[in-house]
């Protein structure tokens, strides 16, 4: 009797150390991708064959087992070092998603583990931050991430697909510097920033930062980049700014090149009144400032001013003055 219950006894410490193992296992992957289900066993259970099923798990219901590497999208390694068997699942359909079991064989009833596959659309994010900047500037990238991750590694990819960011990471936060890329993780506000230097045009587009997580799917943030030719923003600016300093040199030109042609017209000749008329009515001169001009000049050589004019010192413009100062000067001699 007293063996008996000693037996009993036993037998439940067993079953409830098996019963324990044996929790349901979340796993989660992208469509269109693989996913790794990875069941632990108990020692002792090394050499037994294990497999991955489905409903039942009748005959039918197994999709591959440890005999065979490799059956249609099904891979399986079993690690008995770590007592850890894993299933690769590739090629992700929705369909895949759901309830599956990881079985180890023995004499009697198998071992089982529920394993429930979640699948998630290989896109990301609902969210994301637009960034603009110009060719030739560098610009950063902000990427917060939760405390709790602050030990994690950190990286950034071009694109929106999270099933092949970290492979594709253009940089990591192993290496700080990496080509025209670095990045910096602030463990303490929880953000790690990447500066692209040297921006070039096809530096546009999407890209997401990621943290790595160690059971389940990695995090990642989106920003869209848009990077605009600075070249041409310049030359915009440009062109008018020239064609302006253009117009402006040839009307100054212009006018002291009528001024010194009159300077030169009263160096030869004593200007007589009807040259005076002749200038009101835009005859030789076709220039009505010249007239004002020329009768500032009558009135300090002290010639007679047939109307009686006052010259109209306030409309002179700065170049007229200028131009008139040379003529000054030539007077005097
Ligand atoms: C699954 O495991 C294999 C072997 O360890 C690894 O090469 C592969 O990257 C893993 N796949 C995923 C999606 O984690
Ligand atoms: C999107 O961004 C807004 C504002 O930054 C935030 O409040 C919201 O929670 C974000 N939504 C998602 C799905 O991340």
């Known amino acids: 009797m007293w063996i008996l219950q000693n037996l009993l006894f036993t037998l439940c ?16 992957g992208y469509v269109g991708s693989e996913v790794n289900v990875s069941c632990s066993y108990d020692e002792g259970y090394e050499p037994y064959e294990k497999y991955l099923c489905k409903n039942d798990c009748g005959n039918s219901d197994v999709l591959i087992k440890t005999s065979e590497s490799r059956k249609n999208k099904y891979g399986i390694h079993d690690d008995r070092t770590a ?49 603009e900047s110009y060719e030739g500037y560098s610009e950063s990238i902000s990427c917060p991430y939760e405390i709790q991750y602050q030990n994690n590694l950190k990286y950034i990819c071009r694109g929106n697909q999270p099933s092949t960011c970290r492979r594709q990471a253009l940089i990591t936060s192993h290496s700080r510097q990496h080509g025209r890329f670095r990045l910096d993780d602030d463990k303490v506000s929880g953000k790690f920033t990447v500066t692209i230097n040297n921006l070039v045009k096809t530096d546009s587009g999407s890209y997401l930062c990621g943290v790595q997580r160690n059971s389940e799917l990695d995090v990642f943030s989106a920003v869209e980049l848009e990077v605009k030719e600075a070249v041409h923003y310049a030359a915009y600016a440009v062109v008018p700014v020239v064609l302006l300093i253009c117009v402006l040199v040839i009307i100054y030109k212009y006018k002291c090149y009528n001024v010194r042609a009159t300077e030169a017209v009263m160096s030869r000749n004593t200007p007589k009144a009807e040259d005076v008329i002749d200038a009101d009515k835009g005859g030789i001169y076709g220039n009505q400032e010249f007239v004002v001009t020329f009768k500032q000049q009558s009135a300090l050589n002290n010639f007679d001013d047939p109307g009686g004019d006052e010259p109209d010192y306030e409309n002179f413009t700065t170049e007229e003055f200028y131009c008139n100062e040379n003529y000054h000067k030539a007077n005097r001699r």
Request: glycine share 6%; charged share 20%.
């Open 13 to 28: 410490i067993a079953l409830r150390y098996v019963t324990s193992a044996v929790g349901v296992i979340h796993v989660t």
């Open 83 to 131: 007592r850890i068997f894993t299933t690769t699942i590739s090629d992700l359909h929705s369909v895949d998603a759901g309830k599956y079991w990881c079985g180890v064989s023995r004499i009697g009833k198998d071992i089982y583990t529920e394993v429930e596959l979640k699948l998630m659309p290989d896109s990301c994010c609902d969210n994301m931050t637009k960034l």
